[in-house]
């Protein structure tokens, strides 16, 4: 057999559009392509409890993507991402209450929680790491507070009833069809933020993150690509708090605190910070952590360890525990997230046998 009909074992991609190619193969495309296809068929033989578990790492996955941007991909840091979730989740229910069809609703809560984003983001151009840090916790501390005290906007403690989701007249509603409404938005905001990474505001951020004076001396703009990570971090946020908000029906600033932010960061470290597949999976380890604990203990219900343990009555404790000892094994043992781990497994299956 001649040499040249031997199919190239490695990765020759000789210019950078390849590099940056979504898809590097045709089979992965059409795997992505049969994916969307089957998450579009599980309405009709999922459970209810399946659906709302998918739901919930919706909303949740495009929150923590732009977290994500942030952190990951621009080298900033943030502690206040959960009121910015909040907040999208409080504009659209205001917008709704006020006649804004829901569909428009949520898009606009996104830009307004990129308004405010872009504001407590300002210390970004002047003060990085721990300083930024506190400046962020600030966010946190000041959104809450005036969620509690806003009650033309927020309803105060009471929160605010969100509108059912509409699309031209038909009820979306229910967990059946609502998980059409927030898979259509993770598509879209996962292509947009992939699209992103390959544009040059992208490299620019990837820059910042990497370098930024070496960044800042081939002319990037420093301030404005922080500031922008920033704003790019609330929209995401923003539109995630308005999917969640409206398949709920009740926004509510209980829940918005700082457990609920280093929560989002706990996402991201565990899926792969500057990974835009990392955001996902961790997002679906973060979620469904509780609910395997919870099936644990169920299934050691009455067993001599329940007994020593009394892990009925401390269930709530220990998710808490386990999230917190789960971002420190990860630290330790897998720095780079699953997004990194999944790399491995399908280098070595590429060159299997010889993958050494």
């Given at each position: 057999m001649a040499l040249t009909s031997l199919r190239p074992c490695g990765d020759y991609r000789t210019s950078y559009k390849a590099d940056q190619t979504i898809f590097q193969t045709r089979l992965t495309l059409i795997f992505v392509i049969l994916a969307?296809?089957?998450?579009?068929?599980?309405?009709?033989?999922?459970?209810?409890?399946?659906?709302?578990?998918?739901?919930?790492?919706?909303?949740?996955?495009?929150?923590?993507?732009?977290?994500?941007?942030?952190?990951?991909?621009?080298?900033?840091?943030?502690?206040?991402?959960?009121?910015?979730?909040?907040?999208?989740?409080?504009?659209?229910?205001?917008?709704?209450?006020?006649?804004?069809?829901?569909l428009f609703a949520i898009v606009l809560a996104g830009l307004w929680t990129t308004v405010v984003g872009l504001?407590?983001?300002?210390?970004?151009?002047?003060?990085?790491?721990?300083?930024?840090?506190?400046?962020?916790?600030?966010?946190?501390?000041?959104?809450?507070?005036?969620?509690?005290?806003?009650?033309?906007?927020?309803?105060?403690?009471?929160?605010?009833?969100?509108?059912?989701?509409?699309?031209?007249?038909?009820?979306?509603?229910?967990?059946?069809?609502?998980?059409?409404?927030?898979?259509?938005?993770?598509?879209?905001?996962?292509?947009?933020?992939?699209?992103?990474?390959?544009?040059?505001?992208?490299?620019a951020l990837i820059a910042v993150r990497d370098h930024y004076l070496s960044a800042?001396?081939?002319?990037?703009?420093?301030?404005?690509?922080?500031?922008?990570?920033?704003g790019i971090s609330s929209f995401y946020a923003g539109i995630g708090g308005a999917l969640y908000a409206h398949y709920v029906g009740f926004m509510s600033v209980e829940g918005l605190d700082i457990l609920f932010s280093i929560q989002f960061l706990g996402m991201i470290i565990i899926g792969g910070l500057g990974s835009i597949m990392g955001s996902l999976m961790g997002t679906v380890f973060m979620v469904l952590l509780p609910e395997a604990t919870g099936w644990l203990a169920s299934a050691l219900q009455g067993s001599a360890i329940d007994q020593a343990l009394h892990l009925k009555d401390g269930i709530t404790y220990m998710r808490e525990m386990l999230i917190g000892l789960t971002i420190i094994l990860f630290l330790i043992f897998e720095p780079d997230g699953l997004a990194h781990r999944w790399r491995l497994i399908k280098a070595y299956w590429k060159l299997y046998p010889f993958s050494y």
């Open positions: 969307v296809v089957a998450l579009c068929c599980t309405p009709l033989f999922a459970s209810r409890y399946v659906l709302s578990l998918m739901i919930q790492i919706g909303y949740l996955g495009i929150a923590a993507l732009g977290l994500n941007i942030l952190v990951g991909f621009s080298g900033q840091i943030s502690i206040g991402h959960a009121v910015f979730f909040g907040f999208g989740g409080f504009a659209s229910a205001y917008l709704a209450n006020k006649g804004v069809p829901v504001i407590f983001g300002l210390p970004a151009a002047r003060v990085k790491g721990l300083y930024l840090a506190i400046a962020t916790l600030a966010a946190q501390f000041i959104l809450q507070d005036f969620f509690v005290r806003a009650e033309w906007f927020t309803g105060g403690t009471h929160g605010a009833i969100a509108a059912p989701f509409t699309l031209f007249g038909y009820d979306m509603s229910g967990d059946a069809r609502y998980f059409y409404v927030v898979l259509f938005f993770v598509v879209i905001g996962y292509i947009g933020a992939t699209n992103l990474m390959r544009s040059r505001d992208g490299r800042e001396m081939m002319g990037v703009n420093l301030t404005k690509y922080r500031t922008m990570a920033f």
